[in-house]
């Protein structure tokens, strides 16, 4: 079992700046993956950032060049460090694992709130 726990959330003005957080606890032996995908309302969940348990990374298009995904292995934590926010990233950002076999954990999510 993993469990993940994500935090960092917030409201900031456009052109500002958020870190978020999501702490993975239990067998995280067994994550092969995780990333950040954000769910505005409305709309369907969207991949924004991920990082393999050997440090690649993937972002969306819309991610490219404002967000940088990070992993810190000996707290089992990974970052999504998000700069020049901008009203279209608002949603509920959510974590997930990636365990293998078509297995997944989501976190609870976290809402950001970006006005213009």
């Known amino acids: 079992q993993v469990q993940l726990v994500e935090s960092g959330g917030g409201l900031v003005q456009a052109g500002g700046s958020l870190r978020l957080s999501c702490a993975a606890s239990?067998?995280?032996?067994?994550?092969?993956?995780m990333g950040w995908y954000h769910q505005a309302p409305g709309k369907q969940r969207e991949l924004v950032a991920a990082?393999?348990?050997?440090?690649?990374?993937n972002y969306a298009d819309s991610a490219k060049g404002r967000f940088t995904i990070s992993r810190d292995n000996a707290k089992n934590t990974v970052y999504l460090q998000m700069n020049s926010l901008k009203p279209e990233d608002t949603a509920v950002y959510y974590c997930n694992a990636n365990l293998g076999a078509f297995r997944e954990v989501w976190g609870q999510g976290t809402l950001v709130t970006v006005s213009s």
């Open positions: 990082i393999t348990s050997g440090g690649r990374r």
């Open positions: 239990g067998s995280v032996f067994s994550i092969n993956a």
